[in-house]
Every structure is written in C-alpha cells, then in structure tokens.
C-alpha cells in the first residue's frame, strides 16, 4: 500500500507536467482544427530559456531564491510566448486556408528547426541543474518504507491545479474565452459578428506557449537536466494524453495527461520501464477503439 501510494504522488507530478503540455494542443486544435507538432519543442526551449536566464539572475548577483524564480518564470513564459506566436505566424497563418496537411508538414518542418536551433546554440550535451526547491514531508512510513511528498511536488500539483482552474474561468467567462468559442464554432461567421480571428487565433498560440513554458520551468526545476530533445518525447506523450482525453476539450487534456503520466509511473514500478511507452500508447489504442472521441471529447459533426 506505502509503495502503491508514492507511486500515485509520483504519477500525478508527472501527469500534471504531460497536462500542461496537453492544453496547448487541444487549444489549437479546437480552434482551427490542426494539431501543432512544434508544441513539444517550444516546452523543451522554454526548459533552455529557463535555465539561462536562472543563471544569468545568479551571474547579476541575485541570490534570493525565491525572487529569482519568480522572475525566471515570468521572463520565460514572455520569451515563450514569442516563440509561440513566431509559430503562428510562420507555419499556420499563411497556410490557414490550404489543404490540411500542408500546415501540419509545416508544424513538423518548425519543430525540427526548433531542435536543430537548440542543438547547435546549446550543445547536444545535457544540461544539469541542482536541486533548487529541497524538502519533504513524510506522509507515513511501514517496515522501512517511508512515503513522501517533496516540497516540488506540492508546487507542480497546485500550480497545475490552479493554472486549470484559471484557464477554465478564462475560456467561459471573459470576451477572450468567447471570442475562442465562436472561433471553434464558425470562423466566418465570427468574422462577420466582429471577432477578430487572427489575433484570437494568435493569442490563441500564445497561451498555449506560455502554459508550456510553466510546464517546461517545473519540468528543470523537478528533474534537474535537460536537452534538445526532450520536447520530442513529452510532446509526443502530451499529444497522446490531449486525444486520450478527447482532443479539443481543456478537462480531457488534463484527465489524459494524469491517465498517461500514471500508466508510465505504475507499468515503471511494478512491471519493465522498458514498455512503459508501449503500455501508454496500448491504453490509447484501446480508449479509442471504444471511445473514438476519447474520454471527454465531444463527435464531430459535419457541417453541410
């Protein structure tokens, strides 16, 4: 029971990073209906971003921790945005009203720019960090075996909690979150009623980058090294969360998020890490076998 319950605290934390990531793509999905492959990367060059300008903040003689961070998120999540919208801009927007594949060629095409940037300017040498939020508490301990929740657990779980909650309030309560909804409906029929699409679209892109930059931030801060291709891999499994949970629903991309962040940590523990990834995408094919519109999503329906 102690094993299976650090195994959960340790699934959750994980789950909660791979939901964050999530949210960007269904949010572009549910807004122009194309999936964003370069999503992935622009999280695993916000974790870069990070980490430089934490060190330049130490460089500059800034040693207060906490101060620090603050600073590092907020600066990151602005520079990631810029990448997001750089995105848009370059591999949506022009291609918006061609046939389908050739912005997804291109998102692909960004995101292997966007590895090969980071390659060449970084180094393909992972990058380590020490430890920088230390401390735990001890849940309950049995025969040896003592459960634990560190101190940056607690902040992924409650930050992802409330960046959740914050974005569900965004999307139906401000003219931002309507103006994305009608988008989602008919983007003619938007224009027509005065919505600005494109700048929707692009604030769209965005949040969506500024989400994954806090997922790219806890991401150093928890695991302490990164390279150029982790966004590859998490990014692949934020997709397979976003459409286990039902793609284009904000709730889903977090359920999927927590479900695949739990089968790796679960299948890690108590069967071969080796196929871990095979018993997370195994879980999709199954889901969507049953549940072709995933756990939370909505049918298409086909306007005539």
Known sequence: MEYFLQQLINGVTLGSIYGL???????????????NFAHGDIFM??????????????????????????????ISMVITAAYGWTVERLAYRPLRDSFR??????????SIVLQNYVQIAQGARVKPLPPIIKGSYTLMEHDGF?????????????TTLILMLGFSWLISRTSLGRSQRACEQDRTMAALLGVNVDRTISLTFVIGAALASVAGFMYLLYYGVIDFYIGFVAGIKAFTAAVLGGIGSLPGAMLG??????????????????YKDVAAFATLAIVLIFMP??????PEVEKV
């Not at 960007?24 to 209906?33: D, E, P, S």
């Not at 916000?46 to 980490?51: A, C």
């Not at 003592?146 to 409650?158: A, G, T």
Request: glycine fraction near 10%; proline fraction near 2%; charge should be negative.
């Open 21 to 35: 990531i999530a949210i960007g793509y269904t949010m572009v999905y549910g807004i122009i209906g194309m999936i």
């Open 45 to 74: 060059v916000s974790s870069f971003i990070s980490l430089i300008v934490f060190l330049a903040l130490l460089s500059l003689g800034l040693t207060f921790i906490p101060l620090a961070l603050f600073l590092v998120l907020v």
């Open 101 to 110: 594949l050739a912005p997804l060629i291109t998102a692909i095409g960004m």
């Open 146 to 158: 003592i459960v634990q929740i560190s101190n940056m657990q607690i902040i992924i779980i409650l």
């Open 257 to 274: 998020g927590l479900i695949i962040g739990l089968i790796e940590t679960f299948w890690s523990a108590y069967f071969s890490i080796e």
């Open 293 to 298: 519109s995933g756990l939370l999503g909505k």
